[in-house]
């Protein structure tokens, strides 16, 4: 498997690294009081230049979040809604599919606490799964990972994207759920 960890939960503002701690991809989303926010994903560019050894990155795609009307992913001077890209299936909206670059079905399950991207078809094959930071209260502490399996490396970047956009579709669920517990709400 390849393990990504990311520097913080908040998937929209966070950093990336592989398992040698090489910074892979970044995302950064500005603060807005109002207005849509747009999360920028960046990838690592290749570094031939031995002897200026800064990280250098390309922009890999952009989301763009509404609250009312689809959200839209941007990438590759393309622009498509995610209600069309990866539009929601299952009860309440649970799951989220789409058809990878190599044209075949993925489903990303939006589970209680994480994030579950299987193959969708007879196999139902698990080829990435989130796991949440610890704090080693109750076993080692560890940082947010992302464990992806090789088989779908060649769509490292359809991962990356899609994983943000549906983990914050989770948090944001988790947290509207614990509003209305606290509130006395349903």
Do not use: C
């Not at 890209?85 to 589970?111: A, C, M, T």
């Not at 970047?157 to 944001?172: A, G, N, P, Q, S």
């Amino acid at each position: 498997m390849i393990l990504f960890s990311l520097s913080t939960e908040h998937v929209r503002n966070t950093i990336i690294t592989n398992e040698q701690g090489q910074i892979i991809y970044k995302t950064q989303t500005p603060s807005k009081l109002v207005g849509v926010r747009t999360t920028t994903i960046q990838k690592i560019k290749p570094n031939d230049d031995r002897y200026h050894m800064r990280n250098q990155f390309d922009v890999l795609g952009e989301i763009e979040w509404h609250k009312f009307s689809s959200s839209k992913f941007r990438s590759g001077g393309t622009e498509v809604e995610t209600k069309e890209f990866i539009p929601k299936r299952g009860l309440w909206g649970r799951e989220r599919v789409f058809i990878g670059p190599d044209n075949r079905p993925y489903r990303w399950n939006l589970k209680s606490r994480v994030v579950v991207l299987s193959r969708d078809d007879a196999s139902r094959a698990e080829v990435a799964r989130f796991h949440r930071a610890t704090f080693g209260i109750v076993g080692r502490k560890r940082k947010a990972m992302l464990e992806v399996s090789p088989e779908v490396a060649h769509m490292m970047d359809t991962v990356i994207m899609t994983f943000i956009y549906v983990e914050k579709l989770r948090k944001d669920k988790e947290e509207a759920s614990r509003s209305a517990a606290a509130s006395g709400g349903p």
